[in-house]
């Protein structure tokens, strides 16, 4: 499951992508699905995690929605 500290570093991760808007939002989507299906199969630090991983807002880069 993820944890925390894993949240962490994949923001660090989208930080240093945030140039390319594609790669970024592709990868944005799927760090919020992991944390979301730990969540869904009943992570204990499920508020810390959903607190963490909203932090991607905060990150500047493109999103385009369909």
Excluded: N
């Amino acid at each position: 499951m993820i944890s925390v500290a894993d949240v962490l570093a994949a923001l660090a991760e989208l930080e240093r992508m945030k140039d390319d808007d594609e790669a970024a939002h592709s990868y944005e989507d799927d760090l919020r699905e992991c944390v979301l299906r730990a969540i869904a199969e009943g992570a204990l630090d499920a508020q810390p995690l959903a607190q963490v991983v909203l932090a991607s807002s905060g990150i500047e880069f493109s999103r385009w929605c369909a």
